[in-house]
């Protein structure tokens, strides 16, 4: 079975970076697409940055400041992460899509403080 392990999460002043990691295990097949998303409490899981084979798409609310990259056998994927904002304190989760099947990670909690 696939699993996503995410790692890197922690507390960051504001203005500061930290760079997020998803391990991919299980699946001998690449996938298609990889994708980084983040939920803060009493709100919607939303897009954070996403990677496929045509390029790689931010939200208004990451795009220059996030970037997304993975490594060539799709077995890591990572989310640098600069000039964070308080706004930014959320459980951030990998995803990845293999053969139409989606796949979550339990996420790592990132908390940016003032």
């Known amino acids: 079975q696939v699993q996503l392990v995410e790692s890197g999460g922690g507390l960051v002043q504001a203005g500061g970076s930290l760079r997020l990691s998803c391990a991919v295990s299980?699946?001998?097949?690449?996938?298609?697409?990889m994708g980084w998303y983040r939920q803060a409490p009493g709100k919607e899981r939303e897009l954070v940055a996403e990677i496929g084979s045509g390029g790689t798409n931010y939200p208004a609310s990451t795009e220059g400041r996030f970037i997304i990259s993975r490594d060539s056998a799709y077995s890591k994927m990572f989310l640098r992460m600069n000039s964070l904002q308080p706004e930014d304190t959320a459980v951030y989760y990998c995803?990845?899509?293999?053969?139409?099947?989606?796949?979550w990670g339990k996420g790592t909690l990132v908390t940016v403080s003032s």
């Open positions: 995803y990845i899509k293999l053969s139409g099947v989606g796949y």
């Open positions: 299980g699946s001998r097949f690449h996938n298609t697409y």
